[in-house]
């Protein structure tokens, strides 16, 4: 449709409307696409730590048996930010691995309650923003609506 505006005979100011729009919308597309797959994965690891969490005060077999894997699992969502969270979540990390190595049940639970909190909290705010971005999708919609009715 851009490419042939020029032949409806659309005027320039609403030519440029319509391509910020396509421009916003691309990128909304990127970014949607990319905190919709960050969004799942952490809700994975949501859902993992909730069936940990119902066991943790019996024993800590459950999170000893999945502990390498979700610790993968988080390092890599962690990588490539150099924010806060990430490095709080990696100390977090650490301190519950000790834990574990230590075999100190109350430690364990300590540590796991901590991480636990700090993953649930990333994963509200992921889910926070992914909201937020969706509410913008209506908004990039307008313009496009302007030209769809011009032709």
């Known amino acids: 449709v851009g490419d042939n505006l020029n032949k409806f005979g659309i005027d320039p100011v609403r030519k440029d409307k319509f391509e910020k729009g396509v421009s916003a919308l691309s990128d909304l597309n990127e970014n949607l696409m990319s905190q919709i797959e960050s969004h799942g994965k952490w809700q994975d690891i949501d859902v993992l730590l909730r069936l940990i ?33 990430a490095q709080v979540l990696s100390d977090d990390s650490k301190k519950l691995e000790e834990a574990i190595s230590s075999n100190d049940p109350n430690s364990i639970r300590r540590c796991f309650q901590r991480y636990r ?10 889910d926070y923003a992914l909201k937020e971005l969706c509410g913008k999708l209506h908004r990039v919609g307008d313009p496009l609506t302007t030209v769809l009715e011009m032709t």
């Open 117 to 126: 909190s700090r993953v649930g909290y990333r994963f509200y705010q992921v």
């Open 53 to 85: 969490e119902a066991s943790i005060s019996r024993d800590s077999v459950e999170l000893e048996l999945t502990w390498p894997d979700l610790k993968l699992r988080v390092s890599e969502l962690c990588e490539n930010t150099h924010d806060s969270w």
